[in-house]
């Protein structure tokens, strides 16, 4: 448990998270949906409970770092790293936040101490960042962070019937705060 400020925490994901989880998307699946392709395949508790136990393997393997976003006593999202490449020294940062809880700082707070962690506890030497083109709430936070827009990636993903254009974004460890 990663204490972020008074009730804000990261927490690692538990099987006794699935359910709240699943209702939690559920309530945004309109939102989520625009910009995450799982959202529409992920409807019942067992997706978040399958979905729990690959970031346990993944988390224990050093190959990601996914968290629940706890505020107030609820979980409101999930941040972390969705892929550490120890060769490279890179942190694949990525995230999702309910959609009535934007507007409060809590994803930019995770996220700050994401990158702290990845460049202070993990070593890494660089932190990125990949977010739909028109996603401005997931690119105001890249900004926030100080992270260096790279370049735009063409026709990255398929989410529903659109085809989404990528913003990456990246920080390296000398340019971090």
């Given at each position: ?80 790293f969705?892929?550490?490449?120890w ?29 702290s ?11 990125q ?49």
């Open positions: 448990m990663y204490r972020l400020e008074e009730d804000l925490y990261l927490l690692p994901l538990t099987p006794s998270m699935a359910e709240e989880l699943c209702q939690l998307v559920g309530q945004n699946r309109a939102y989520l949906s625009r910009w995450l392709p799982w959202v529409p395949h992920s409807q019942q508790a067992a997706h978040f409970l399958a979905f729990i136990d690959q970031t346990i393997s993944e988390r224990e393997a050093q190959k990601s770092l996914v968290l629940a976003l706890q505020w107030r006593g609820d979980l409101v999202g999930v941040a972390g969705n892929k550490l490449d060769q490279l020294g890179v942190a694949e940062l990525g995230y999702w936040l309910a959609a009535d809880k934007q507007g409060n700082g809590l994803m930019s707070k995770a996220c700050n101490w994401l990158v962690h990845a460049f202070n506890d993990l070593h890494m030497a660089k932190v960042l990949s977010a739909a083109v028109d996603n401005k709430p997931s690119r105001r936070i890249a900004k926030r962070l100080g992270m260096v827009l790279e370049g735009v990636i063409r026709r990255r993903e398929r989410v529903a019937d659109s085809v989404l254009d990528h913003a990456v974004y990246g920080l390296l460890r000398e340019e971090w705060k």
